[in-house]
């Protein structure tokens, strides 16, 4: 703050010094003075009256400058310093201009800020809880809109005590339920721990004991705060109490007495000296009528006048069925309490207990049922009106989210449409530049990729026929000589049957290799047929076969999958000694894909390079656009992966 306040005195003090000859305006050095005192105003550690002059010359120095945005802050310090000095009038007047001036900017931010302030105004100074509620609401609203959660919580909150405080606390648990929601973990941690207390005191009027007894102890177990704590402790030890639970109640509030942080807190100190005498004589325990007046003493001492009403019950109570005359005195001295500090809700809670001593006071009587018929009414207007802001409200935002919807809309569609004329005509102009040229880049390229095709396929087909012509020379011709020399030289007839049944599986293989491939209905059980074939010596394993549209394949593909399968388990029984085979099908809307796998003994790169049969492959695969990915490693196994397009 001090290095900011010397560079607005040095700005300050250039604009005058340079006032001639350095082209410095009237405007430069009316905002320089402007923020310099603005500065000077948020200084915390200058005196308020001190504070007060710098900005209203803050003020001064931004005439028919509203639209500048230190003229929103600057009013907003201005109310800052009004409550502070308690001006309430003054606080009002600017607190109106400075709402109207941010709702024509749509300074959403200062808004938040602004409705908040007067909330605290309205709730803790005028204390005025409807029109703090309102001002909270609002504020709520705001910080939605700037997408401050945190903040959004806090409001909340602050809304679910103003509800409980005057007995809604139904409104007040659905109201502090929805603050949880928005309240940071990290950073609100004061504020949820106390919401969790708020939350068990709403249960516990409503007479929900466990979930009461639930949130207090999650509000001990959250906070960071010593003090805090012991206040909740203290909660929760009432609860008990009204729970009709007042041994667990004696055992907390005693381990709470042994806390040195107590000591520091009078108000609380008392407050549990009180309550503990209290569960104690509920308990029918042994107590003197000083462990109830010592607390008192105290809380007169500090002024607690809320203290001193629970102290006059507990009195009131304790005096009830052994000295009626000391117990009126303490009821009365309650009743006279609650008038001056305008709490109804006690002297009535007096006048039930006076007319249990003096039950044909008809003054009494009337009394009680007049604060009864008065309090009923008066509850039922707040929870009314609490009600009432909220549904408002809901109505107002669906209003806005609405309105903002269909303006967003229609700002839309006369954006497409905008765009959509231009588009058209961009699009005319582009289809007339280049459809020609597209046209034959088309043609061309699809003459290319046909005779390409047509290229791998006639290469394919060449180096299997010439595969299989070694094939039939070297060894079907080879074991055709050995069996007409076995037959001249008069060897044994079985044997060269032996040889002749070994030429016809042969021949059968070779005839299936070049014979077409049946792409009907049949296809699935010709190619696992085929498969069976290559697995003699090995554990053939199919998975994904029933999930595939085999129908949906065209003709093409089945037989160049045929195929290439075909060649895959001839390499593996030619060369990789494997014992188990796993072939698996997989079908997507765009792929059909097939993943060969076996355990043999592998080959590097450079050998599966050089093999003929898997380059073929390669080849049959590229024919119709589908891609073939070998992966294999000397004594690892091989690995193929096919990829068609559906």
Same mark, same amino acid.
């Given at each position: 703050?001090?290095?900011?306040?010397?560079?607005?005195?040095?700005?300050?003090?250039?604009?005058?010094?340079?006032?001639?000859?350095?082209?410095?305006?009237?405007?430069?050095?009316?905002?320089?003075?402007?923020?310099?005192?603005?500065?000077?105003?948020?200084?915390?550690?200058?005196?308020?009256?001190?504070?007060?002059?710098?900005?209203?010359?803050?003020?001064?120095?931004?005439?028919?400058?509203?639209?500048?945005?230190?003229?929103?802050?600057? !009013?907003?310090?201005?109310?800052? +310093?009004?409550?502070? @000095? $308690?001006?309430?009038? *003054?606080? =009002?007047?600017?607190? &109106?201009? /400075?709402?109207?001036?941010?709702?024509?900017?749509?300074?959403?931010?200062?808004?938040?800020?602004?409705?908040?302030?007067?909330?605290?105004?309205?709730?803790?100074?005028?204390?005025?809880?409807?029109?703090?509620?309102?001002?909270?609401?609002?504020?709520?609203?705001?910080?939605?809109?700037?997408?401050?959660?945190?903040?959004?919580?806090?409001?909340?909150?602050?809304?679910?005590?103003?509800?409980?405080?005057?007995?809604?606390?139904?409104?007040?648990?659905?109201?502090?339920?929805?603050?949880?929601?928005?309240?940071?973990?990290?950073?609100?941690?004061?504020?949820?721990?106390?919401?969790?207390?708020?939350?068990?005191?709403?249960?516990?009027?409503? !007479?929900?004991?466990?979930?009461? +007894?639930?949130?207090? @102890? $999650?509000?001990?177990? *959250?906070? =960071?705060?010593?003090? &805090?704590? /012991?206040?909740?402790?203290?909660?929760?030890?009432?609860?008990?109490?009204?729970?009709?639970?007042?041994?667990?109640?004696?055992?907390?509030?005693?381990?709470?007495?042994?806390?040195?942080?107590?000591?520091?807190?009078?108000?609380?100190?008392?407050?549990?000296?009180?309550?503990?005498?209290?569960?104690?004589?509920?308990?029918?325990?042994?107590?003197?009528?000083?462990?109830?007046?010592?607390?008192?003493?105290?809380?007169?001492?500090?002024?607690?006048?809320?203290?001193?009403?629970?102290?006059?019950?507990?009195?009131?109570?304790?005096?009830?069925?052994?000295?009626?005359?000391?117990?009126?005195?303490?009821?009365?001295?309650?009743?006279?309490?609650?008038?001056?500090?305008?709490?109804?809700?006690?002297?009535?809670?007096?006048?039930?207990?006076?007319? =249990?001593?003096?039950? &044909?006071?008809?003054?009494?009587?009337?009394?009680?049922?007049?604060?009864?018929?008065?309090?009923?009414?008066?509850?039922?207007?707040?929870?009314?009106?609490?009600?009432?802001?909220?549904?408002?409200?809901?109505?107002?935002?669906?209003?806005?989210?609405?309105?903002?919807?269909?303006?967003?809309?229609?700002?839309?569609?006369?954006?497409?449409?905008?765009?959509?004329?231009?588009?058209?005509?961009?699009?005319?102009?582009?289809?007339?530049?280049?459809?020609?040229?597209?046209?034959?880049?088309?043609?061309?390229?699809?003459?290319?990729?046909?005779?390409?095709?047509?290229?791998?396929?006639?290469?394919?087909?060449?180096?299997?026929?010439?595969?299989?012509?070694?094939?039939?020379?070297?060894?079907?011709?080879?074991?055709?000589?050995?069996?007409?020399?076995?037959? =001249?030289?008069?060897? &044994?007839?079985?044997?060269?049957?032996?040889?002749?049944?070994?030429?016809?599986?042969?021949?059968?293989?070779?005839?299936?290799?070049?014979?077409?491939?049946?792409?009907?209905?049949?296809?699935?059980?010709?190619?696992?047929?085929?498969?069976?074939?290559?697995?003699?010596?090995?554990?053939?394993?199919?998975?994904?076969?029933?999930?595939?549209?085999?129908?949906?394949?065209?003709?093409?593909?089945?037989?160049?999958?045929?195929?290439?399968?075909?060649?895959?388990?001839?390499?593996?029984?030619?060369?990789?000694?494997?014992?188990?085979?796993?072939?698996?099908?997989?079908?997507?809307?765009?792929?059909?894909?097939?993943?060969?796998?076996?355990?043999?003994?592998?080959?590097?790169?450079?050998?599966?390079?050089?093999?003929?049969?898997?380059?073929?492959?390669?080849?049959?695969?590229?024919?119709?656009?589908?891609?073939?990915?070998?992966?294999?490693?000397?004594?690892?196994?091989?690995?193929?992966?096919?990829?068609?397009?559906?």
């Amino acid at each position: 703050m001090n290095r900011v306040l010397i560079l607005a005195c040095i700005s300050l003090f250039i604009s005058c010094t340079t006032d001639h000859g350095k082209n410095t305006s009237n405007t430069e050095v009316a905002n320089d003075s402007a923020l310099f005192y603005y500065i000077s105003a948020k200084a915390k550690n200058n005196p308020l009256k001190k504070r007060y002059t710098a900005i209203n010359k803050s003020l001064g120095f931004q005439k028919e400058r509203e639209k500048d945005t230190l003229y929103t802050l600057t !009013l907003y310090q201005k109310n800052l +310093i009004h409550l502070s @000095l $308690k001006e309430f009038d *003054s606080l =009002q007047v600017y607190s &109106d201009l /400075l709402i109207d001036h941010a709702l024509k900017t749509n300074d959403d931010a200062i808004l938040s800020r602004q409705y908040y302030l007067m909330g605290y105004y309205y709730d803790y100074i005028a204390q005025k809880p409807q029109k703090a509620f309102y001002e909270y609401n609002n504020a709520k609203n705001y910080k939605k809109r700037i997408n401050d959660s945190s903040w959004v919580g806090k409001n909340l909150y602050n809304m679910a005590i103003i509800q409980k405080t005057h007995n809604d606390f139904f409104g007040s648990k659905e109201t502090i339920t929805e603050a949880l929601q928005y309240l940071n973990e990290n950073k609100d941690t004061k504020y949820i721990s106390s919401s969790y207390d708020v939350l068990a005191t709403d249960h516990r009027k409503l !007479l929900n004991h466990e979930e009461a +007894i639930k949130y207090h @102890l $999650k509000a001990i177990s *959250s906070t =960071q705060s010593d003090k &805090d704590r /012991l206040i909740y402790q203290n909660n929760l030890a009432a609860t008990y109490i009204d729970f009709n639970k007042p041994k667990e109640a004696i055992g907390l509030l005693n381990e709470i007495l042994n806390v040195p942080e107590l000591q520091k807190n009078k108000t609380e100190y008392a407050r549990v000296l009180d309550n503990l005498a209290y569960a104690r004589w509920l308990a029918k325990e042994e107590v003197t009528a000083e462990a109830f007046t010592h607390p008192l003493g105290i809380r007169k001492k500090n002024k607690d006048h809320r203290g001193q009403l629970a102290s006059y019950t507990h009195l009131g109570e304790y005096y009830l069925p052994i000295d009626r005359q000391k117990a009126s005195l303490y009821f009365d001295s309650l009743i006279q309490l609650s008038k001056t500090m305008n709490i109804p809700r006690a002297e009535q809670d007096a006048l039930k207990h006076l007319i =249990q001593l003096q039950p &044909d006071n008809v003054n009494f009587r009337d009394r009680y049922v007049f604060l009864q018929d008065s309090l009923y009414e008066q509850e039922l207007k707040v929870k009314t009106q609490f009600a009432k802001y909220k549904y408002d409200d809901t109505l107002k935002q669906e209003s806005i989210l609405r309105l903002e919807k269909e303006n967003a809309e229609r700002a839309l569609e006369v954006a497409e449409e905008r765009n959509k004329k231009i588009m058209s005509y961009a699009g005319l102009i582009f289809v007339l530049l280049s459809s020609t040229f597209i046209g034959y880049f088309l043609i061309q390229r699809g003459r290319r990729i046909q005779q390409k095709n047509k290229i791998a396929v006639l290469q394919a087909t060449y180096e299997t026929e010439a595969a299989l012509s070694r094939k039939l020379h070297d060894d079907f011709g080879g074991k055709l000589n050995h069996a007409m020399l076995l037959l =001249q030289n008069g060897s &044994d007839p079985d044997k060269v049957l032996d040889i002749v049944e070994v030429l016809y599986n042969q021949s059968r293989n070779f005839s299936r290799k070049i014979n077409d491939v049946d792409t009907g209905p049949l296809f699935k059980e010709s190619l696992f047929g085929m498969l069976g074939t290559y697995c003699k010596n090995a554990q053939l394993i199919v998975t994904g076969s029933k999930e595939i549209n085999w129908d949906q394949i065209s003709a093409l593909t089945k037989k160049t999958l045929y195929k290439v399968l075909q060649e895959l388990m001839t390499n593996m029984q030619k060369h990789s000694s494997a014992t188990m085979v796993s072939i698996d099908f997989e079908q997507t809307k765009k792929i059909f894909r097939v993943e060969y796998m076996d355990n043999g003994v592998g080959a590097s790169k450079e050998a599966i390079q050089n093999k003929n049969g898997l380059w073929n492959t390669e080849k049959r695969i590229d024919a119709i656009n589908g891609s073939i990915n070998f992966e294999s490693e000397k004594g690892d196994g091989f690995k193929a992966l096919i990829e068609i397009p559906n």
